[in-house]
């Protein structure tokens, strides 16, 4: 006979999800950090993590009326030759279908 399983524990409420940063935060933490707050004082009132507030603070300047920065775009998975001989075999087998190229 298998060993019993242990039940799941039950979910912890001191784990808190959470998400991005409103733009209306933002705007806040940008706020109090110009009128001398520091960003120790500036998480406690707004109930987040210090790094989040100090991330905040320290990407103001990138981004354009407190939206979300874009992430990097992912770079090409092949080069310029790469690129050349694929053009050149379908121009030369124009018949072949994607899964034969």
Known sequence: ???????LRSISSNIVARGHVTPYICGIIIRKKSEGAHAAQIARDLNLDIGTVKYTIAKTSLRHENH?????????????????HLLRYVRLYPKNTYAQV
Request: charged share 35%; hydrophobic share 20%; net charge positive.
């Open 68 to 84: 979300s920065i874009k992430p990097a775009a992912r770079g090409k998975s092949y080069t310029d030759i790469d690129e050349r």
């Open 1 to 7: 006979m298998p060993p019993q399983r242990t039940p």
